[in-house]
């Protein structure tokens, strides 16, 4: 999984899938909401570009089938020299004909590992905010165990939590 390779390929998504529901999701939920208007940015503002604190390591990684990008995951790991390691989960993407396939339940499975390969600290627990809105999001962290409560005044945002050992088990 080399990311910055793989970033034109991603950013040709816009083009081919603009007029497909789940290009409309992406643009709702991750690019229109966040005041970037394409992937390019999107990963250049979210991952090159954002400093962030000693203990932390902002990870990206590609998403690929045998030959071409299907996804791409920007997370950070926070308090690594803690004995409880976190995982927050920034984005998970998928292409438009690659979401509803099962896809992101193995990204849960695979994540752990691919993390401690890049860092050498393997992570306990994953956390994202999730818009109230975004039900495909929902569903993804619902299935894998993830637990749910809304976190602003105004309830936009869900805090959507939970430790990989303890999903993996449930997916059993």
């Known amino acids: 999984m080399k990311f910055p390779d793989d970033k034109a390929e ?4 816009q083009d081919k899938y603009k007029e497909t529901e789940g290009w409309k999701n992406i643009y709702q939920f991750i690019l ?3 005041l970037i208007y394409n992937l390019g940015e999107l990963i250049a503002t979210n991952y090159e570009i954002m400093p962030i604190g000693d203990d932390e390591v902002k990870l990206a990684f590609s998403i690929k089938d045998e030959k071409e ?12 020299t803690s004995d409880n390691p976190e ?3 920034q984005y998970i993407v998928l292409r438009p004909d690659m979401q509803n396939k099962g896809i992101g339940k193995n990204i849960f499975k695979i994540l752990p590992d691919a993390v401690e390969k890049q860092t050498g600290v ?8 999730i818009e109230t809105t975004n039900l495909a999001s929902q569903k993804l962290y619902k299935n894998f165990g993830f637990e749910f409560r809304l976190i602003n005044n105004n309830n936009n945002y869900i805090l ?3 430790e990989f050992e303890k999903s993996l088990e449930q997916e059993k």
């Open 10 to 13: 991603i950013n040709s998504w």
């Open 32 to 34: 229109e909401n966040g």
């Open 69 to 80: 990008v299907i996804g791409f995951i920007i997370c950070q790991e926070f308090e690594m």
């Open 87 to 89: 995982l927050f989960l």
């Open 122 to 129: 393997r992570p306990n627990k994953a956390f994202s905010y």
């Open 160 to 162: 959507a939590s939970g």
